[in-house]
């Protein structure tokens, strides 16, 4: 017979005749006495609907539910936010980016401190949310890990492949009276296809290698693109690693030491 899996915080949240009221308000989102039973695994999903890095989270995150609950888990999906250094470059929302970094990792805390969960699953996909889950998942210091959503697909522009960093080049041309509006117009409709991050190896991309180089997100899983048919199976086998952590008590401080760094 299989031994329970442990639920180590959330025992205190949804158990026992006191914990009646807590539980009530929770079978209003739709848990059960089977939920309650096992352990609750919150997935931090750092979706947003402003820019491609993140676009596709809201779906990757229904994949790593999916595998918590094969597993044996009860997710419970947060959102937080995010800023696009790409997008607000330039402007004065720039500045609100590397601040950005500490409210994601301060508010994925928050809400797994409050809510007790046994273990986590974060989903970042950008420059401040990737460092920002890193950090919430060390300082939380439960079993994590941190799936990276993968970067975009090169578009297509006169015959050959091309990406943000075209656009940006391409700016520098116009400016210059190297390209016409409409050479820059169809570029910029052609750079990014659709959800992922910037392709190429900038900031987002190079974080997601230190994630899974310092151990906390699944060595091979970030590296599939954010568009690509595999990422739904990387997704379910991240919600499957987490409970793996959580059954041998895996935590950030046992992975991520300084002789490991």
């Keep these: 017979m299989t031994a329970p899996l442990p639920k180590p915080r959330s025992h205190a949240l949804v158990d026992g005749p ?34 491609p890095c993140n676009y596709h989270l809201r779906e990757l995150a229904a994949d790593v539910k999916a595998g918590i609950r ?24 720039m500045r609100t980016s590397l601040v950005s970094r500490e409210v994601i990792a301060d508010s994925i805390e928050l809400v797994t401190r409050g809510n007790m969960f046994d273990a986590i699953v974060i989903l970042v996909g ?19 890990l941190v799936l990276y959503g993968g970067s975009i697909a090169p578009g297509e ?30 570029l910029e409709s052609a750079a990014c296809p659709g959800a992922g991050a910037c392709g190429g ?12 180089f310092l151990g906390i997100a699944p060595m091979g899983l970030s590296g599939v693109p954010a568009t690509n048919a595999a990422k739904h199976n990387a997704g379910y086998r991240a919600g499957e690693l987490v409970m793996d952590l959580l059954r041998k008590d895996v935590t950030p401080s046992k992975i991520i030491t300084k002789a490991a760094i």
């Design 18 to 51: 006191n914990r009646a009221g807590a539980r009530s308000m929770l079978r209003a989102c739709g848990l059960k006495d089977e939920d309650f039973a096992k352990p609750l695994i919150g997935v931090a999903n750092t979706w947003i609907e402003i820019g």
């Design 70 to 93: 094969a597993a044996g888990g009860t997710p419970l999906e947060f959102n937080t936010v995010s800023i696009s250094d790409g997008i607000t470059m330039g402007t004065e929302g």
């Design 126 to 144: 950008c420059d401040k949310t990737i460092p920002g889950g890193i950090m919430a998942a060390a300082r939380l210091n439960i079993p994590a």
């Design 157 to 186: 522009f006169e015959g050959h492949a091309v990406t943000i960093q075209d656009v940006y080049e391409a700016i520098g041309s116009h400016a210059r009276g190297g390209m016409s509006d409409a050479r820059l117009s169809a």
């Design 201 to 212: 190896q900038f900031t987002a991309n190079t974080m997601a290698l230190v994630a899974e």
